[in-house]
């Protein structure tokens, strides 16, 4: 999950902390389990707003969070690291973090106002792309508080989905939920915040790419 939180372009050569991935495998492991993600996203939108059984939605979100915490163990277990999967992985993150609130919303778990500023912090964040490509740059490294807030977030969206049940089990979920919503959400506009001072620093500081230094 650590990936998904690299502003920019989302890129293999800038997805990792430690260095460029420059492995070009694709029947991995790893990206298996991303695919498979990907492909939950348009199943858990059919049972949550269709079928609306809460109990099939809240199932899939518990899969998909230990394949995305799985498929990075295993990169680096079995060495299986790719520039496809720095892709696949932030890409299905990223859907995560939009497509569940917006479906929250349609059925009144989240109020509006709040999925708008999630959403709007990615859409903000995403336009220091071409900022940081008129330097030079694909993407700022990442910070780990940027990841504790997508960690934060995607653990509050289970616990609030369960929450919804009606039971004692849907009663302890329902305030766990809201404690992980509110620390992700705070966590994730604190690194808005220093991602674009980052991002004005580059700019200020940097020559443009191509200019001739003076």
């Known amino acids: 999950m650590s990936s998904a939180e690299t502003p920019g372009a989302q890129t ?5 902390v430690d260095g460029p991935i420059t492995k070009d495998q694709i029947w991995t492991v790893p990206n298996a389990l991303s695919v498979g993600r990907l492909i939950l996203i348009p199943v858990f939108i059919y049972v949550l707003l269709v079928a609306k059984a809460d109990g099939w939605a809240f199932a899939i979100l518990m899969v998909s969070g230990f394949t995305d915490w799985l498929d990075g163990k295993l990169a680096r277990l079995l060495d299986q690291s790719s520039k496809l999967g720095a892709l696949l992985d932030p890409a299905a993150d990223r859907l995560y973090i939009i497509v569940i609130p917006l479906c929250f919303g349609i059925r009144d778990f989240v109020p509006w106002w709040l999925i708008g500023v999630i959403i709007g912090r990615d859409i903000l964040l995403f336009a220091t792309a071409p900022l940081l490509k008129s330097r ?3 993407a700022l490294p990442v ?8 960690f934060a977030l995607m653990s509050a969206f289970p616990w609030i989905l369960a929450g919804q049940l009606d039971s004692v089990f849907g009663d302890i979920c329902y305030p ?3 404690a992980f919503m509110v620390w992700g959400v705070g966590l994730y506009l604190w690194s808005f915040v220093l991602y674009w001072i980052q991002t004005v620093s580059v700019v200020t500081k940097m020559p443009r790419a191509g200019s001739s230094p003076v």
């Open 143 to 150: 910070l780990y508080i940027g990841k504790a807030a997508t």
């Open 136 to 138: 030079g740059l694909v």
């Open 176 to 178: 766990i939920g809201w």
């Open 12 to 16: 293999p050569a800038a997805a990792t």
